[in-house]
């Protein structure tokens, strides 16, 4: 509690924001750790990625693309694993 009224005090009650920028000082390692503690998932299941790309109609080289970019965001493939 006290955390979240210090927030409010430094970024006028805009406590969302400045959480959000805590988050994303965090670490990869660590981010990824905080979001599966929170139940957030990360990964695509195989079925979910050959469903994508077989929905999409993607050739093999767009979703290779696609998967790059979704790992920089710390979404991974398991297929990949």
Do not use: Y
């Amino acid at each position: 509690k006290l955390i979240n009224e210090f927030r409010a005090v430094i970024t006028a009650n805009d406590t969302g924001s400045q959480l959000q920028h805590e988050v994303r000082s965090l670490g990869k390692d660590a981010r990824q750790e905080l979001l599966r503690s929170a139940g957030i998932t990360l990964e695509i299941p195989p079925e979910a990625g050959l469903a994508m790309k077989a929905d999409c109609s993607l050739p093999w080289l767009r979703l290779r693309k696609i998967r790059r970019f979704l790992k920089d965001w710390g979404i991974d493939f398991s297929s990949e694993r």
